[in-house]
C-alpha cells in the first residue's frame, strides 16, 4: 500500500498540510541551530594555563575551585616533564584535572611551534598528547594551545583535520612578545579565526592588578577575554611566571565583578565554528596593527 506522501497530491487540502508540515520541521531544525549558539555576554573570560606545570594542580585548581570557575590545562610532555615530577604534573594529576570537570587541551608532545619548518611534524605531536589522553581517561582535545605562540597559516587546515573547533595564540604579531608585556587583544567572534584566537593578556611576572584589568576589560560588544598563564609559581620558566599572591588577587577581582569564567570549549556555547570563519585571517590583524601604528603617532606628536 502506498503512503499518503506517496500518492499525487490532487487534493488542495492536502497540498496545504504537507506545506504546513515541511515548515515545522524545517522551524524545528532551524530553531534548533539558534538555540545553540547563546548570545555572548559583556564579562566573559576563559583562562587557559600552558605547559603542565605542577602549580597547575597544587596553587591553580583549588583556587579555580573555590570560586567556580572554568579553565584550560594546555598539556604537552615538552620540555623535562618526563624526569622532572617537582616541577611538572603526572598524568594522574592530569586526569584528576579532567574529573574535576577542567578542560584539557592539546599543547603538542615536544611542545613544538606550528612554524612552517615544522608543519610536517604537526599531526603527529598532536596525536601523541590525544592518545595519552585517551590512555588516562580523558576524552580527545577539542582545544589547542600554539605553543610558544608561534604559528604559520598552514597549520589550520592540520589542526582542522585534527578535529579542533578552537586554537588560541598569544598577543602577537599585533603586539611583540618581547617588548610588550604580554597585552593583547579580545577575541571578536567573524573576525578572528576560530583556529587563531587571540589572547587578550599573556600574564609577565611584572604585572600588576591593572594590566590584567586592561585585558579582561575587552570582554564587552560581543568580545571575550582569552587569559594566557603559565606557572602560579614558574619555576622552570621565570619569563612568564606568576606568583601565588597576584594570581589570587586577579582571581578575586573576577569573581568580585561578577566575570564569567569558562574554559575555551565552552566558547562554543557562544560561537558557532563553522559559521565564525573570516574569508582572509590577516584583515583583523591588519587593521589592529594599523591602529596600534596609529595610536604610536599620536602619542609621539
Known amino acids: 500500500m502506498k503512503t499518503l506522501f506517496n500518492e499525487p497530491l490532487k487534493n488542495s487540502r492536502f497540498k496545504f ?58 598539556i604537552t610532555e615538552g620540555f ?10 603526572t598524568w594522574e594529576e592530569i586526569a584528576q584535572l579532567h574529573k574535576d570537570g577542567f578542560e584539557i587541551g592539546n599543547h603538542t608532545r615536544d611542545h613544538m611551534g606550528c612554524t612552517k619548518e615544522n608543519l610536517e611534524k604537526i599531526e603527529d605531536q598532536v596525536e601523541a598528547i590525544n592518545a595519552r589522553c585517551a590512555e588516562y581517561g580523558i576524552p580527545k582535545p577539542t582545544t589547542f594551545g600554539y605553543p610558544g605562540n608561534a604559528f604559520d597559516e598552514g597549520a589550520l587546515p592540520i589542526l582542522a583535520k585534527a578535529g579542533f573547533q578552537f586554537a588560541r595564540r598569544g598577543g602577537s604579531p599585533e603586539y611583540s612578545y618581547s617588548k610588550d608585556r604580554g597585552k593583547g587583544f579580545a577575541y571578536e567572534p567573524g573576525n578572528d579565526h576560530p583556529l587563531l584566537v587571540p589572547s587578550a593578556g599573556d600574564a609577565r611576572p611584572d604585572w600588576t592588578l591593572d594590566d590584567f584589568k586592561r585585558a579582561v576589560h575587552q570582554a564587552k560588544e560581543g568580545n571575550i577575554a582569552i587569559l594566557q598563564f603559565h606557572g602560579v609559581p614558574d619555576i622552570e620558566h621565570p619569563w ?29 556555547k557562544y560561537v558557532d565554528p563553522a559559521e565564525q570563519k573570516p574569508d582572509d585571517i590577516w584583515t583583523v590583524i591588519s587593521k589592529r596593527k594599523a591602529k596600534l601604528a596609529e595610536e604610536k603617532s599620536a602619542a609621539d606628536e
Open 240 to 268: 612568564v611566571h606568576t606568583s601565588v599572591e597576584r594570581f589570587e588577587e586577579f582571581m578575586q577581582y573576577l569573581k568580585e565583578n561578577e566575570y564569567t569564567v569558562i574554559a575555551m570549549r565552552d566558547l562554543a
Open 80 to 89: 623535562d616533564f618526563t624526569e622532572n615530577k617537582k616541577s611538572y604534573l
Open 17 to 74: 498540510l504537507r506545506g504546513i508540515l515541511l515548515c515545522a520541521v524545517l522551524f524545528c531544525i532551524t530553531s534548533e541551530r539558534l538555540v545553540a549558539v547563546e548570545p555572548i555576554p559583556d564579562k566573559l573570560v576563559v583562562l587557559t594555563f600552558d605547559d603542565s606545570v605542577k602549580s597547575h594542580y597544587t596553587v591553580v585548581r583549588p583556587l579555580l575551585m573555590e570560586h567556580g570557575f572554568g579553565a584550560t590545562f594546555y
